[in-house]
């Protein structure tokens, strides 16, 4: 008789209500079990620390006391292996480059369909990722182990200028400021983005990002 992996999960959301909703539902699929839930980063890094160790942590983004991006960075530097699925209201470019940089691999809109919940946490616990497409657009293909498309770096045939921009594009530097260190102009820069989106095959500078730590070009 064959056994299926049941994931432990820790539940970090501020919001009571919402976070009583989501145990509730995460509990109801049968691959998931929650084993704790936590008002903030705090409360998770005493549970954890209390040897109360999940495979993946369900991690809100603001939080009183110790936020996601804090609880991240604790995450990676003490437990490197457990697995931290972002579920958020918010999506900006920058805060998605800086959780890249934190080590998430897992960034999820609050405003989902359960199905695409779980196929979230599924992702996370198989794959080690999950970007859902209506916040990164293609992105979530560049974490795929055996991808073989045209962006891979032989294909693109990336220049120098190429690998300093997205070096500079995986960071939380403004494109002003990419722009000065380059020496052209904003509006240069702009061009010079669009180029590479539609060389990459990308829509956003989250892409870029993604594409540069597949690559190799750049490590968080």
């Given amino acids: 008789m064959k056994t299926e992996t049941v994931y432990k999960i820790i539940l970090t959301d501020d919001h009571i209500l919402l976070r009583d909703v989501l145990a509730n539902l995460i509990d109801s699929f049968e691959e998931c079990k929650i ?40 995450l990676q530097e003490k437990h490197p292996d457990i697995r931290t699925l972002i579920l958020t209201m918010y999506d900006s470019e920058i ?25 979230a946490i599924l992702s996370v616990a198989d794959n080690g990722y999950y970007y859902a497409h ?35 594009a995986a960071t939380d530097m403004t494109y002003k400021e990419i722009a000065q260190i380059m020496k052209i102009s904003p509006r240069a820069i702009d061009g010079y983005r669009d180029s590479l989106f539609e060389k990459l095959d990308v829509k956003s500078r989250v892409g870029l990002a993604i594409y540069a730590v597949k690559n190799g070009i750049v490590t968080f």
């Fill in 134 to 168: 209506n916040t990164t657009g293609k992105l979530a293909g560049f974490f795929q182990k055996n991808h073989n498309s045209k962006t891979s770096m032989e294909r693109a045939m990336l220049t120098q200028l190429d690998i300093d921009f997205l070096k500079m």
């Fill in 95 to 119: 805060a998605l480059i800086r959780l890249l940089q934190l080590g998430v691999r897992g960034f999820l809109k609050k405003d989902i369909h359960p199905f695409e919940l779980k196929a």
């Fill in 35 to 74: 084993i704790g839930v936590a008002a903030n980063g705090k409360e998770l890094v005493k549970q954890i620390n209390e040897g109360l160790i999940p495979d993946i942590v369900v991690l809100d983004l603001n939080m009183p006391e110790m936020d996601g991006y804090e609880t991240a960075q604790w």
